[in-house]
């Protein structure tokens, strides 16, 4: 059974920067898809980063693009979310999470083809 293990998240202030770590156990690395979504009070889901572990293909949402990278490290088995520059609006409880296999890019942000899922980490930037 695939397990997501989530760390690094806490308060920072704006402009600031956090690291967010996926420590993925028992998962397929280079079959599919590892990325990172959040949520935050009142909205949906939304997509922010992933990263196709087959090939290091990596995909933005354009509210974070410039300002945050995903990166995976294999021999470790992570996954990670570099956040710079952050602002009030990245406040949200953030999720890891992984696919079974690789659809596309289409995809790459689309929460309904992801098959695993952490338990989150908040991330709280004030003004």
């Known amino acids: 059974q695939v397990q997501l293990v989530e760390s690094g998240g806490g308060s920072v202030q704006a402009g600031g920067s956090l690291r967010l770590s996926c420590a993925a156990s028992?998962?397929?690395?280079?079959?599919?898809?590892v990325g990172w979504f959040r949520q935050a009070p009142g909205k949906e889901r939304e997509g922010v980063a992933s990263?196709?572990?087959?090939?290091?293909?990596?995909y933005y949402a354009d509210s974070v693009k410039g300002r945050f990278t995903i990166s995976q490290d294999n021999a470790k088995n992570t996954v990670y979310l570099h956040m710079n520059n952050l602002r009030p609006e990245d406040t949200a409880l953030y999720y890891c999470?992984?696919?079974?296999?690789?659809?596309?890019?289409?995809?790459?942000?689309?929460?309904?083809?992801?098959?695993?899922w952490g338990q989150g980490t908040q991330v709280t930037v004030s003004a």
């Open positions: 999470a992984a696919t079974d296999e690789w659809y596309g890019r289409a995809w790459a942000l689309n929460s309904s083809v992801y098959d695993y």
């Open positions: 990263i196709y572990t087959g090939g290091g293909n990596t």
């Open positions: 028992l998962y397929p690395y280079g079959r599919g898809c």
